[in-house]
């Protein structure tokens, strides 16, 4: 198992122009605008917002002092690129850099392997030592994918969600939780000789959001923001989808991180969640 330590401190200062997005919300943040390349009519927004209220107060306290948000994104390949969580934290170091004058910094830890389930990581004391060691102000856990295609999500995949949450709260009950959704995906059908809906990733997104519901933890629905069944096709002819129509590009990634910034500054800086209808045509 690798753990990928994402140095904050020094993208902190570094000036982000590539892939710089301009998007126009009903949020009326400041300097959130964007440009994209990918046409979609969902609402981007974090839902149950009020579990990260922890970490909201926290940023809102930033003074003349430095304040360090310390995040653990536990997650599979998705995650293991690099560009997901990386381009996320550059974004808010970026833009909170600015609010704060260089007092705030959002420093992240990876946590993950390629082909990871959610039971994958029930056991690893790898895990539990960084959670005691780090006691990370926020806990992301994306994971999902791998459970729709193995069958994992076949048995009892509502405990082996919660398993993992309880690890979290247990070990760093400070920690406010995030979950996403995975992304869609499609799996090739040899006899038909084409890429169909794979039916278990629906039930996988769905459970992750009634758990989320259930206890009341935050989640981010990945899944809908991107377009939903079969949308990973418009992605892949966009180029930000991998042919395997289950893993996607930088592009793909960086997309996804700037989403998720947006769902989550508009989450911390606003008081009531406002919809913000995407309309993001490339």
Known sequence: MKSMLLS????????ITKNKLQFKTTAGLP???????????????????SELQPLKNKIRKTDSSLTLIKVLHIGDSH???GFFSEHFMEKL????????????FFNFQVFCKI????????ELAE?????????????????????????????KFAEKIDHLVQKVKTLSPQSSILLTTPSDALRMNAVAG????????????????????DHGLAYWNLYQVMGGPYSVNTWFQKKMAAPDRVHFT?????????????????????????????NIHY
């Open 194 to 213: 084409m890429y169909m809906e794979l039916p278990e990733l629906q039930y996988v997104v769905n459970e992750i959001i009634k758990y989320a519901n």
């Open 8 to 15: 904050s401190f020094i993208l902190l200062f570094s000036f």
């Open 127 to 155: 895990l539990d030592n960084q959670l005691i060691r780090e006691r990370p102000d926020l806990v992301i856990i994306s994971l999902g994918t791998n459970d729709a295609f193995s069958g994992s999500s076949r048995v």
């Open 79 to 81: 995650v293991k690129s």
């Open 115 to 122: 082909g990871t389930k959610y039971a994958d990581y029930d």
């Open 31 to 49: 300097g959130m605008t964007y440009n994209s390349n990918v046409t979609q009519n969902q609402v981007n927004q974090i839902s149950n917002r």
């Open 250 to 278: 930088g592009k793909g990634y960086t997309m996804f991180a700037d989403w998720l910034f947006d769902a989550f500054t508009v989450c911390m800086e606003t008081n009531d969640m406002p919809v913000l209808p995407f």
């Open 93 to 104: 170091n970026s833009f909170y850099a600015q609010k704060f004058h260089g007092n705030l």
